[in-house]
């Protein structure tokens, strides 16, 4: 199925689902919180409240800055994006899961776009490391263009079946759904700006390559 068949409507209904599920464990800890603070109870109890609060508040500050960029319009803004920014906003988000993350930035221009090409791969490796790892990201400029590389390791580190049918233009066997439209609008996007955008499997490793993106974004 050609991405170019998918219906705008339900592309946009399950992105929308996806930014909701990412935003529901944080906005849970916030609301638990809360009312274990309306409730009489002791002051460890509280204090544990506060906590909870204050890191489920964190968490969903973070995923919200992220998704807006990834999924929102501040990614289709022209000229060149404040990588330092871009990283910390990413740092955060990433924070708030499981793996952590490193960048090997070297380039001068970092567009909008390439920010927003970025992030979406970054959703990827997220989902391949469930257990947690290292999201190692790497951004050059070529002869052939952009070069954006994602390498995930992490104990069970896991390219899922739906995710490579995305990025081979193959509509996964149970259909899209909120839980695999990501992978699909990242190759979307990456299309958009004239690259190709594929992944492979290894021990432990998993890695997302952009290449061929247009330097100019």
């Given at each position: 199925m050609s991405t170019s068949m998918i219906d705008p409507a339900r592309l946009s209904a399950y992105i929308a689902s996806r930014i909701?599920?990412?935003l529901v464990s944080p906005v849970s800890s916030v609301t638990n919180a809360l009312d274990l603070l309306n409730d009489p109870g002791d002051m460890e109890m509280k204090a544990q409240a506060q906590a909870l609060l204050e890191d489920g508040a964190e968490k969903a500050g973070a995923r919200i800055q992220y998704l807006r960029y990834a999924f929102g319009s501040i990614g289709l803004n022209s000229g060149a994006a404040d990588i330092h920014e871009a990283r910390k906003i990413t740092e955060n988000f990433v924070k708030s899961h499981r793996p952590s993350i490193e960048f090997d930035i070297q380039t001068d221009h970092l567009s909008f776009s390439h920010v927003r090409m970025m992030m979406n791969m970054v959703l990827m490796a997220v989902d391949s490391l469930p257990r947690g790892g290292v999201i190692s990201v790497r951004i050059r400029n070529e002869a052939g263009g952009m070069t954006i590389t994602l390498t995930c390791k992490g104990k069970r580190a896991k390219l899922r079946p739906d995710a490579l049918k995305a990025l081979t233009n193959d509509e996964p066997e149970d259909g899209w759904r909120p839980e695999n439209i990501q992978p699909l609008f990242a190759k979307m996007i990456c299309d958009g700006l004239g690259g190709e955008l594929t992944a492979s499997q290894g021990d432990d490793?998993?890695?997302?390559?952009?290449?061929?993106?247009?330097?100019?974004?």
């Open positions: 909701c599920h990412d490793t998993v890695i997302f390559m952009a290449t061929g993106i247009r330097a100019e974004g």
